[in-house]
């Protein structure tokens, strides 16, 4: 029986875990995966049109590893904004607000000024560490609906680039400039439900605990009787 127990204590969480997500900035953006937060990555969607949506879709992630989904939205002047939503499939994985999604303007976001480099170029990564600020949901002005997007996410900024030297603080972001945000994706704690073969080695365990405790006591009354 404790040979069974241990056994289940290892068993693996069962059910692959991907991660897809969609996003759109303006004015650009690179995305990328990483398992160090003080590392972009690797590249995994980009692009310069705010008017489009990038995605990419079921990327795998393995278990015992935490990940990031690095961004660097790049503003070409005037209002600056990114939005953009990420979804685990599986079991083994969820985001810092405890769920298996996560949209812009949720906790679970953070984000960072890194510099004044508006070109659409990939910048050094400067890990954000503060805030976001929401200028709205999916649908306000003068970004409208962007299709393919949750209604519920927002268009945000990082708190620390607004109203910067040089901004022509519209909307109260850097004119022109790179930011970068980051999100985490955690191992565990998901717990899926026990698979058959394990539903059974734990009912072969309970069995063998009662049969035990059936002995026990048939052995208490023997002594019982044999001492009177």
């Known amino acids: 029986m404790a ?11 069962a059910g692959a875990t991907t991660i897809s ?27 310069n049109n705010w008017g489009d949506v990038f995605s990419f879709s079921n990327l795998p992630l393995t278990l015992g590893q935490n990940y990031y989904i690095q961004v660097e939205a790049i503003n070409y002047g005037g209002p600056g904004a990114f939005i953009g939503q990420l979804s685990l499939s599986g ?21 960072g000024y890194n ?12 890990e954000p560490a503060g805030s ?10 003068p970004w409208n609906t962007q299709p393919g997007l949750s209604t519920d996410a927002a268009w945000i900024w990082p708190g ?17 400039c790179t930011v970068d945000f980051s999100a985490e994706v955690i191992d565990g704690p998901v717990q899926p439900a026990p698979e058959p073969a394990t539903c059974g080695l734990v009912a072969v365990g309970l069995i063998c605990l009662g049969a035990i405790e059936w002995r026990r006591r048939r052995w ?3 002594d019982t009787a044999a001492a009177g």
């Not at 040979?3 to 969480?13: F, H, I, K, V």
């Not at 900035?25 to 980009?46: E, H, K, P, R």
């Not at 620390?160 to 022109?176: E, H, Q």
Request: a negative charge.
């Open 132 to 141: 976001t600020v929401s200028f709205g949901l999916n649908g306000i002005s």
């Open 115 to 126: 510099d004044s480099n508006s070109n659409v170029t990939q910048q050094p990564w400067v």
């Open 160 to 176: 620390d680039a607004n109203s910067l030297p040089g901004s022509d603080n519209v909307n109260g972001t850097c004119g022109y």
């Open 91 to 111: 079991t083994g994985f969820t985001f810092a607000n405890g769920s298996s999604t996560l949209l812009t303007g949720e906790p679970g976001w953070s984000g």
């Open 21 to 47: 997500g969609s996003f759109t900035a303006d004015n650009a953006l690179f995305v990328y995966i990483s398992t160090n937060d003080a590392v972009l990555g690797t590249l995994v969607a980009s692009g």
């Open 3 to 13: 040979a069974s127990l241990a056994l289940l204590a290892t068993l693996p969480r």
């Open 220 to 222: 208490s009354r023997s």
